[in-house]
């Protein structure tokens, strides 16, 4: 039974899925079937963490254009949003290419997902919850890690667990290794998948990342994709969970983001670490044979909001 709820603090973001079957073509078409869905790696996990059966808050910025939109689709799928409305810069959007392999390359504009700051904390949000977990892109930004300086501090003071899920090493990569090395203190477990977590520890044996890992911040899960997880703790391999056999992938985009969704509401259920990373196994493989980031909800496709007008859209900072 879950005795408490999860606050993400994360980002919502419009996704818009691009599934095309051969090469991009230079200078000229490419045939595709094209999807407009919710997304955003934090609302993505939040939606996730629902369907598993928490009780889940998320903290976010969104654009005027959208917002409304996205409350909708995150009430649908079980989430309590609470979106601070941004003035100027409109919602975040993300174009996923996703081949005929399924793998997606994403191209980002973070518009009001990165300016998510301190202006937006409520220490309330952490009122009957027992784990504050942070999308790291909101960690990459100044404004995210400003907020983290106070959330941080606020929930190891209400006895909450922490974690964070690194993101794109695209970005990690801009950071340095210094700042790379400060990024997630704090945070009690880290959710890396393979390339993140041999940026972060340096090695690209996935077994000794997650060992240096979990020395480090106490406990790692390193995410494998379709082979599934390696779940460490105090410098040591507890497991190599595998991965869900049989699934027909269709689109990735967000499958790290199921499996940490997945993860967490079973952790806050009682699962231990083990038992955890099959729950976020079991998410992530159901992620993979749908088209966007989400679980299906009554709303899916439903209220799509109209984005044809110009908005001078601010780029990622």
């Known amino acids: 039974m879950t005795t408490g709820a999860l606050l993400v603090v994360g980002e919502v973001v419009t996704d818009v899925v691009a599934l095309h079957e051969g090469p991009l073509a230079p200078h000229t078409d490419t045939a595709a079937r094209i999807a407009l869905r919710p997304g955003g790696a934090g609302a993505n996990a939040a939606a996730w963490a629902a369907v598993g ?32 409305v941004d003035p100027q810069a409109p919602t975040a959007v993300v174009i996923s290419l996703v081949d005929a392999r399924a793998e997606r390359t994403l191209v980002t504009d973070g518009g009001a997902a990165v300016r998510l700051g301190p202006e937006d904390w409520d220490e309330a949000l952490l009122d009957g919850a027992a784990r504050l977990h942070f999308s790291g892109y909101q960690l990459l930004s100044g404004p995210g890690r400003r907020l983290a300086a106070l959330a941080v501090p606020a929930a190891r003071a209400a006895g909450l667990q ?68 390696l779940v460490a703790a105090g410098g040591r391999v507890l497991a190599r969970v595998p991965g869900v056999a049989g699934v027909a992938a269709v689109d990735s985009t967000g499958a790290g983001d199921a499996f940490a969704g997945g993860l967490l509401a079973a952790r806050l259920a009682g699962a231990d670490p083990v038992e955890a990373a099959r729950a976020g196994c079991r998410a992530g493989a159901a992620a993979v044979a749908l088209i966007g980031a989400r679980p299906p909800t009554a709303r899916a496709g439903r209220d799509v909001p109209d984005r044809s007008a110009p908005t001078g859209r601010a780029g990622m900072r």
């Open 162 to 229: 922490i974690s964070a899920d690194p993101a794109s090493t695209g970005f990690l990569q801009r950071l340095g290794p210094a700042v790379l090395r400060e990024l997630f203190a704090g945070i009690g477990l880290l959710l890396p998948n393979r390339a993140e977590a041999h940026l972060l520890a340096g090695t690209g044996d996935p077994a000794a990342a997650a060992e240096r890992l979990s020395a480090r911040y106490g406990e790692a899960v390193v995410k494998l994709g379709a082979q599934g997880a």
């Open 53 to 84: 059966g928490a009780e889940v808050r998320l903290l976010a910025r969104a654009g005027a254009d959208s917002a409304d939109w996205h409350r909708a689709e995150l009430a649908a799928a079980g989430v309590a949003a609470h979106l601070a």
